[in-house]
């Protein structure tokens, strides 16, 4: 009797996966993967326990083992498009994107109809710098979840990403509309008006954001941007020092508020949150960039000199920079090593009219009036706004009253 009563009561493998896959939707991942585990002693090869065993020990931080399961899996059963779905979700939480691209792609040809697999492989596409494939994908999985705020969010941050603010805008407002309390939508929503230029109304976004969840410092970065573009300089350090107080490693934050600490002349400072931002990041050109600005300010200029030179180290395909240093280097009378900083500029780029202009200040003041008479003529047929600045401009002092600088002038005066 006692045989029959337990085979009764024995559980039927259904049921057992079921149970796992219960404890999952609950958020009991270590339950899941006990069951998971013992299941698989006896059904060692289970492609379906397989997967809800990797799961459960990826949501409980053993990757490797996850991974190992996952790749066993798809031995087993290579055309299984869930396995290769989920195996591509933990690839890119672990920053593997190319790994994570090639399994989600070949999910969604294994299962073209499954809108999460178009999201994530969306977002693998958006890591990978990717932006306007990206985009396409997420609007696929919109085309089959038309009503989901997720999929509208994913589309908005894409088409901010592409600075296409109008679009993105009209996206978190249908988000908004299905869920009007998300947190993120908002911050969007903000942003995505920022970049439209009307910061007075991000900021009552970025309100609604910071109301809802106070506690995400980029809400609050975000909101330092607007303020700092408003001219509400003490606002704008308030909100950059409360990111720093919910995040001690935003890079982003401590030069932002630095240059601002800079502009209001507290340089002792200003140079302490660039010490800080390059403790999170050693190589980032930014806090030396930024350092010379400081330097400069205090009249040191070999330091801000050195400070740019420490820059173009980390940094030495930046054209900014260098330009930097050439001005730099012309306000120390330093003429010669300028115009090497702007012809090394002009030979990369044919299209850069600031070090044009700076070219031809440079041959002003060297008295060579062809060469800066047509450089000028260069950087202003490039952007008509510098032939403005050359009329204050001290640099042209020598040559104004020369013919051909008037001529050029004349040229360019609306009638």
């Not at 585990?37 to 409980?60: K, R, S």
């Not at 502009?263 to 960039?289: C, H, N, V």
Request: glycine share 6%; hydrophobic share 40%; charged share 30%.
């Amino acid at each position: 009797m006692s045989e029959h009563f337990e085979d009764f009561f024995a559980e039927e493998p259904e049921e057992t996966l079921y149970l796992v896959q219960e404890a999952l939707d609950r958020g009991d991942n270590a339950v899941a993967l006990d069951l998971a585990e013992a299941y698989l002693e006896d059904h060692p090869l289970c492609v379906e326990a397989m997967n809800h065993c990797a799961v459960a020990a990826a949501n409980l931080g053993d990757h490797r083992k996850a991974l190992a399961l996952y790749r066993k899996a798809l031995q087993l059963d290579p055309r299984n498009g869930a396995i290769h779905h989920n195996y591509g979700v933990l690839a890119e939480r672990l920053g593997r994107y190319r790994e994570a691209y090639e399994h989600l792609w070949r999910s969604l040809e294994l299962q073209p109809d499954f809108p999460e697999a178009y999201i994530n492989l969306g977002n693998v596409l958006d890591e990978l710098d990717r932006t306007e494939e990206a985009l396409q994908m997420y609007l696929r999985a919109l085309h089959r979840l038309p009503e989901s705020p997720d999929i509208l969010y994913n589309i908005g941050y894409a088409l901010n990403r592409l600075q296409r603010h109008g679009e993105a805008g009209d996206y978190f407002d249908r988000a908004l509309r299905l869920a009007p309390d998300d947190p993120a939508c908002h911050n969007g929503r903000g942003y995505a008006l920022a970049g439209l230029g009307r910061d007075e109304e991000a900021l009552v976004s970025y309100a609604e954001a910071i109301a809802r969840d106070p506690e995400i410092a980029s809400y609050h970065y975000n909101r330092g941007l607007s303020l700092v573009r408003l001219q509400r300089q003490d606002e704008a350090l308030q909100a950059f020092s409360r990111v720093l107080e919910l995040d001690g490693g935003f890079f982003e934050a401590y030069i932002e508020r630095a240059h601002l600490l800079a502009s209001r002349g507290e340089l002792t400072r200003a140079l302490e949150d660039l010490a800080a931002a390059e403790r999170i990041d050693p190589d980032s050109p930014d806090p030396s960039f930024y350092r010379a600005m400081v330097f400069e300010r205090r009249g040191d200029v070999s330091g801000a000199l050195a400070a740019l030179e420490e820059s173009l180290r980390l940094d030495p395909d930046s054209l900014f920079i260098l330009n930097n240093k050439g001005n730099l280097l012309m306000d120390m009378g330093r003429l010669d090593e300028a115009l090497k900083c702007f012809d090394a500029i002009l030979e990369r780029s044919d299209r850069y009219p600031l070090a044009l202009y700076n070219r031809a200040c440079v041959m002003a003041l060297q008295g060579k009036v062809r060469e800066a008479v047509k450089t000028l003529g260069q950087a202003v047929e490039q952007d008509v706004h510098f032939l403005e600045d050359a009329l204050d401009d001290p640099d042209f002092d020598g040559i104004r009253q020369v013919p051909s600088f008037a001529r050029l002038i004349r040229r360019y005066e609306a009638p």
